[in-house]
């Protein structure tokens, strides 16, 4: 599973910003599909996540396009804290754990990641 974002770039606060990533080697909607993001001298963190069945969860809108077999990440009303280079993950779906969950801290280890997109917000 090749995993590519691309969407990025700087914006001043108050602006949006549409990320994408683009799977190829697996179907998406076989998989929990989320971003990340990691800020220098930070922690990676979740931001949102998407299942097989559509649920989301997070605090930006995640959304896919099953037929481009592309994930998307709509972030509206930026602030300069939310600079940080953005990740896509993907996990094969499955019981043994809650896609929902997967942006928590230390839930669980995605199997696919992207190389990430870089995100600026300047106020």
């Known amino acids: 599973v090749q995993l590519v974002e691309s969407g990025g770039g700087s914006v001043q606060a108050g602006g949006s910003l549409t990320l994408s990533c683009a799977v190829s080697?697996?179907?998406?909607?076989?998989?929990?599909m989320a971003w990340f993001r990691q800020a220098p001298g930070k922690k990676r963190e979740g931001v949102s996540a998407?299942?097989?069945?559509?649920t989301t969860s997070g605090r930006f809108t995640i959304s896919k396009d099953s037929a481009k077999n592309t994930l998307y990440l709509q972030m509206n009303d930026l602030t300069p804290e939310d600079s940080a280079v953005y990740y896509c993950?993907?996990?094969?779906?499955?019981?043994?754990?809650?896609?929902?969950?997967?942006?928590?801290?230390?839930?669980?280890?995605?199997?696919?990641w992207g190389k990430g997109t870089q995100v600026t917000i300047s106020s």
């Open positions: 993950a993907a996990a094969r779906s499955g019981s043994w754990f809650a896609c929902r969950y997967v942006i928590d801290d230390d839930y669980y280890d995605m199997d696919n």
């Open positions: 080697g697996a179907r998406i909607g076989d998989y929990c």
């Open positions: 998407l299942d097989t069945d559509g």
